[in-house]
């Protein structure tokens, strides 16, 4: 990571990758598309920082904030698993094409 994103709120955010979404989801709902792009971009940043489903965190849960809202935290579970999923099926399907052994050093070096 070579930036650290401003939150408005005290807690370092070296080493974390911060995804925002600009809506208020205390009053409104995540759309689909909002929801299908969240979990694309988790899946993406899972395969390409080595991430595991138990890193991914929301901003609450590193400072006195609602944020991300209680509307997008009662979707979160379900996205949550869907990234899991895809994340599973992605690295069967590179695992299964024959993937080079470099992949599956830097893949597995941390696991």
Known sequence: MRFAGDTNTGYDTRGHIQVAIEVDFETSE?????LE?????????????????????VHKEHAPTDCPG???LAALPS??????????AAIADLCRS???ADFTKVYYRNR
């Open 37 to 57: 792009a969240l979990r694309d971009l988790l899946t993406w940043l899972m395969l390409s920082w080595n991430l595991t489903a138990e890193r991914i965190s």
């Open 79 to 88: 996205v949550m698993a869907q990234t899991v999923d895809r994340h599973a």
């Open 98 to 100: 024959g993937s080079s």
């Open 30 to 34: 995540p759309t689909l598309q909002q």
């Open 70 to 72: 209680r509307k997008f």
